[in-house]
């Protein structure tokens, strides 16, 4: 059966998809088809159902759920590496309440993050690799940057004016923040699905044994095309061996994310979740 299953290059899903794009996962009888694709063109797509699987922003789930399930694999959650606001000069927290903040991606779970964060805030939609540069020039007052460190900010000439892992951490009991994962259409046949989750898996625990060659995979996707922009340095830091298997702790952080979404009437209700094979 043919399975188009759709990756975001930048930062990990070239990651998560190496071994199979390397032919090193047995996937049985599916005629899998990578996609390559910007994570807001796949959130998209998934609200049409037209990729069979897909990486998709953990935010998106509650407008998909009707369409999709969750795999048991493939999560990412952020690892002291973004998302985080950015401006060139310090704020506070009661300045935020009334900065403007540029973003690339009204999708990302980046997004929901600041928007629990920061109720109410004001977002400017932008370029994704003009987002840095519009906080500099004072074009807004901070920049949602996806994937960076208090390093990085400040050797673009820009603070660190809030750590949205951190801060989620602080308020979710320690939670891990959810960034992507993996969804899989609900109306194929409950073996096919299964069969896919276990392709995503295994490519998954290949990558991992081969670190470097799936870094330097992803790095090629992300940086091959002007479509794709990523920070090398953030290349395969989101997936580890939790990534192979959704446990209780990574299902208890995606349910509150969603919950807390909910309960801010920023997303749909979602709950409960939707996993393959349950």
Sequence with gaps: MRIRL????ASDGGFLVYGLAAGKVDCGSLDLELIAA???????RATRGELEASMISTAAYPYLRGRYELARCGM????????LLAAREPLSDRDLKTASV????????????????????????????????AAK????????LLSADTDQCRQAGLYCVADLAAGWAQKA?????????LAIRSDLPDDVRLQVEKAVRDSIRYGLAHRSEAEHFAKQGANGSARF?????????YVSEQTLEVDGPQREAVEEFLRRGRDAKIVPDALPIRFVGS
């Design 137 to 144: 020039m004072g074009l807004a007052d901070c920049a949602l």
């Design 38 to 44: 910007k994570l807001p063109a796949l959130n998209d």
């Design 76 to 83: 990412t959650f952020a690892a002291g590496h973004g998302p």
């Design 102 to 133: 540029a973003v690339g991606d009204s999708t990302s779970s980046a997004m929901l993050a600041l928007q629990i964060h920061s109720p109410g805030v004001r977002t400017r939609l932008l370029p994704e690799d003009k987002i840095a540069q």
């Design 173 to 181: 009991g320690r939670l891990p923040l959810p960034l992507t994962c």
């Design 229 to 237: 922009e990523t920070d090398p340095a953030a290349l395969g830091a």
């Design 6 to 9: 759709g990756y975001c290059p």
